[in-house]
């Protein structure tokens, strides 16, 4: 007596879920507990390594086969059933459309999850246990033509999505663009955020890529898609931020080394500290509201408060030979403050 385990992951024009692989691997579970020899085979794209493909099996070496989970119907099972015509043929964890249906009634036992008449049951799909793998969110472009000759955005997106095809994780497609008439995308900076913050680790081309994930505290893997280094590699430095990745550096053996240390809890300690940090852009704000205290003919604009601030630090930087005079966005909270 052996067993054959097939489903709509194993046939060749079928489409493969994941309830449909947790019912196969639930079914498996209950033969090997029972004893009972068996095989589980898959389709040429489903097909593990070392796996069994459905097209390689030998229909002479079972005595019973088992279809599970999806519809008990098409054209698909009816081939099963000729291909397989001496084996005892069970249906098991199936929907039932309609029970005179030649290829459902070609089944010896129907064991539905859900048939016309009868209560539906709980998914098969429901009874393996979940094996968590990371969640990777994934900033990919072809664009920024602003960089010339320079660009490499063709190869590295190309190498990046070689190798995370290979990777066992969770990977999420994401976008930094906005657009509240497109539901596939965040309409706000809030709702990109709050996707950044549910993730292990985040790999990016792209620059605020970097930048939301290390102020939401999630390590990242920068890949600077320029050759030379362009903004991906300057922001990396702004935030002395160690994994990245150069446009001439893209090789898999690089980039599972700097994956693995992103999702170790020395990267996610890392990427706190980050988050951690004074807020960011201080000192280009303060260049810019200097800026806008100049009137148009050059002259600084007069505010009491802010003069007062400048004398007091520089008396008192004078005495201790530094430069204590605050800057215009310091100076006018403290003026707040004293109000």
């Not at 309409?187 to 950044?196: C, D, E, K, L």
């Amino acid at each position: 007596m052996r067993t054959l385990v097939v489903g709509w992951s194993s046939v060749l024009h079928g489409e493969a879920t994941a309830g449909d692989v947790l019912a196969m691997d639930a079914v498996a579970d209950a033969l090997s507990t029972a004893g009972i020899p068996h095989d589980v085979a898959w389709s040429a794209v489903m097909c593990p390594p070392g796996g069994l493909r459905l097209d390689a099996a030998d229909p002479a070496r079972y005595t019973h086969l088992l279809f599970v989970c999806g519809p008990a119907t098409g054209r698909s099972i009816a081939e099963l059933h000729e291909r397989f015509a001496h084996c005892r043929r069970i249906a098991v964890g199936v929907s039932v459309l309609d029970p005179e249906d030649p290829v459902t009634a070609g089944f010896h036992r129907v064991i539905a999850r859900d048939r016309p008449g009868a209560p539906g049951r709980r998914d098969l799909a429901a009874r393996a246990v979940p094996q968590l793998v990371p969640v990777l969110g994934v900033y990919l472009t072809s664009g920024q033509h602003e960089y010339g000759a320079r660009r490499r955005h063709d190869t590295v997106r190309s190498g990046l999505e070689e190798w995370l095809g290979g990777l066992d994780a969770a990977r999420l497609p994401l976008d930094t663009r906005l657009d509240p008439r497109d539901w596939r995308l965040p309409a706000t900076a809030a709702q990109a955020g709050s996707v950044i913050a549910r993730l292990d680790t985040v790999v990016t081309m792209r620059m605020h890529g970097l930048v939301l994930a290390l102020r939401a505290g999630v390590p990242v893997l920068a890949v600077d898609p320029v050759a030379g280094g362009g903004k991906v590699t300057a922001q990396a430095r702004a935030w002395d931020w160690p994994a990245v990745v150069g446009a001439d550096e893209l090789d898999g053996g690089r980039l599972d080394e700097q994956l693995r240390w992103c999702l170790s809890p020395d990267g996610r300690s890392a990427a706190g500290a980050r988050a951690a940090k004074a807020p960011s852009g201080f000192e280009q704000l303060d260049e810019l509201v200097r800026e806008l205290l100049v009137d148009p003919a050059g002259a600084p604009v007069h505010d009491p408060d802010r003069a007062f601030d400048r004398e007091l630090a520089g008396r008192l930087g004078g005495d201790l030979g530094i430069d204590l005079a605050p800057g215009p966005l310091e100076a006018a909270e403290a003026g707040r403050n004293r109000r």
